[in-house]
């Protein structure tokens, strides 16, 4: 089935730890993109990109760090992780050159700090 | 900059009443307007967008907005909802660069 593929599901996660959040998509879509949703503040920007090979800062990206190595892929690493990045992680994908805004989104990771 | 005011963070309605979620924006360039739904525990899906033309755009599952210039809001509506339409709904800006403004959310909960 096509679509959007994270993992982990869900994480819980001791403060100062590494941690990569994995991304897959199989539509080939040239462009990606991180979001992160907390309650009341809706879903901001984290990372994007527009095409493998290439990375772009969104609203909130202290903290988080991304690669593109191929079209398919977009991991998003926590370098040393902190209580506020407590938060509910959404990738999404779309075709940037037909229409950059229809986004499609994965089913979310869900991560504790502590 | 761009920011969008989703008005009601909850609403609550009966099932076959209409519902309308209210959308306010702020942006000092013209801007393309979505309305996206997340279903419990899933991933957001596009509803509706408007890019231009008509004022009145349809979307999936018997939705539709009404951009109106004049006041910078895009209220989402839908005639008769049904249980199945319990979700969050999000409305979000873009200047068409793929970098989505999303609102806080609105909750619809449908009651029998």
């Known amino acids: 089935i096509a679509g959007i593929t994270q993992a982990p599901t869900s994480q819980i996660l001791a403060a100062g730890r590494r941690m990569t959040l994995r991304c897959t998509q199989d539509?080939?879509?040239?462009?990606m993109y991180w979001y992160r949703q907390d309650l009341g503040l809706g879903l901001r920007l984290i990372h994007y990109s527009n095409t493998a090979g290439t990375t772009g800062k969104g609203e909130v990206p202290d903290g988080y760090s991304v690669s593109r190595a191929n079209t398919d892929d977009f991991p998003l690493t926590l370098a040393s992780a902190v209580p506020s990045q407590t938060s509910v992680y959404f990738c999404?994908?779309?075709?940037?050159?037909?229409?950059?805004?229809?986004?499609?989104f994965g089913p979310g990771t869900r991560l504790t700090v502590l | 900059a761009q920011s969008v005011t989703q008005l009601d963070s909850q609403v609550p309605v009966f099932e076959e009443a209409p519902v309308e979620l209210r959308c306010n924006y702020s942006s000092s360039v013209s801007v393309y307007l979505f309305w996206y739904v997340q279903y419990p525990n899933q991933g957001l899906q596009l509803l509706l967008k408007?890019?231009?033309?008509?004022?009145l755009v349809k979307g999936i599952n018997g939705f539709e907005a009404e951009f109106n210039k004049s006041q910078t809001s895009f209220h989402l509506r839908k005639p008769s909802v049904h249980i199945s339409d319990t979700a969050e709904y999000f409305c979000a800006v873009s200047i068409n660069t793929g970098k989505l403004i999303f609102g806080q959310g609105t909750t619809l909960q449908v009651k029998p």
């Open positions: 539509m080939r879509h040239n462009a």
């Open positions: 408007y890019l231009s033309g008509s004022t």
């Open positions: 999404a994908s779309s075709e940037w050159d037909r229409d950059p805004n229809e986004q499609f």
